[in-house]
């Protein structure tokens, strides 16, 4: 078990809906980092934020979303799902942000939420 | 365009069989390889590598990097079943003040008994 904590578990939905995927990170760990996981794409990285703020963008479409709220726990917004957004989303969460060249941090994921767009 | 590439992408082997498993990269501003295992779950992180040349050790796994010819490998040796498991290698960059990761498309490996 990481304490990475993510809600719901599974997830099955209909094309064009919009579902809300969270995430609570470890106990301390002020950053949090989305990805999409699926058979065809592996594992992508998706988007980071750190306390609160967005710092870091990977493959993320238009259609998502995320935030990070004062309480550090974050969601991921996916709207007018299409077949192709199925995957497993995993959230991970780390100590810092890392300062390049003086530290970096290693990140621990939580368990995932499979969505399922019918 | 940063990217990561692992081999092989799928490898068997007897329980007791020794196994390298390799990775590759090409990234602007590299900051460290990461290695994880991730069986029918979440990731679980192995490594985290920064410096060339320093083995990290952890009871039969162990793993080095090479950032001259940029690759790292991953070795394990005296395998088990409980081994079998899909190995992700991920290197963490900068950029803009903050950090991303790039992961390969895994090494699928199998013990069998």
């Known amino acids: 078990d990481s304490g990475v904590t993510q809600t719901p578990k599974h997830l099955i939905t209909a094309t064009g809906q919009r579902v809300t995927l969270r995430c609570s990170p470890r106990s301390g760990d002020l950053s949090v980092y989305w990805y999409q996981q699926s058979l065809d794409q592996g594992l992508q990285f998706l988007i980071q934020y750190y306390n609160g703020e967005e710092r870091a963008k990977g493959n993320i479409l238009e259609r998502f979303s995320a935030q990070q709220f004062p309480d550090l726990h974050s969601e991921l917004n996916l709207s007018s799902l299409e077949l192709g957004d199925s995957a497993l989303y995993f959230c991970?969460?780390?100590?810092?942000?890392?300062?390049?060249?003086?530290?970096?941090?290693?990140?621990?994921f939580g368990p995932g939420t499979r969505l399922t767009v019918t | 365009e940063d990217k990561v590439v692992q081999s092989p992408l799928s490898l068997v082997v007897h329980e007791g069989d020794t196994v390298t498993l390799n990775c590759s990269y090409e990234?602007?501003?590299?900051?460290?390889l990461l290695w994880y295992k991730q069986e029918k779950k979440a990731p679980t992180f192995l490594f985290m590598l920064t410096s060339s040349g320093i083995e990290k050790k952890s009871g039969r796994l162990s793993s080095i990097l090479d950032k001259k010819e940029l690759f790292s490998i991953l070795n394990i040796t005296a395998t088990q079943t409980g081994d079998s498991a899909v190995y992700l290698c991920a290197v963490m960059y900068s950029g803009g003040g903050a950090d991303g990761l790039t992961f390969g498309k895994g090494t699928h490996l199998i013990i069998q008994p």
């Open positions: 991970a969460s780390s100590v810092g942000i890392g300062v390049p060249g003086l530290t970096i941090y290693e990140q621990y």
């Open positions: 990234v602007t501003n590299f900051r460290s």
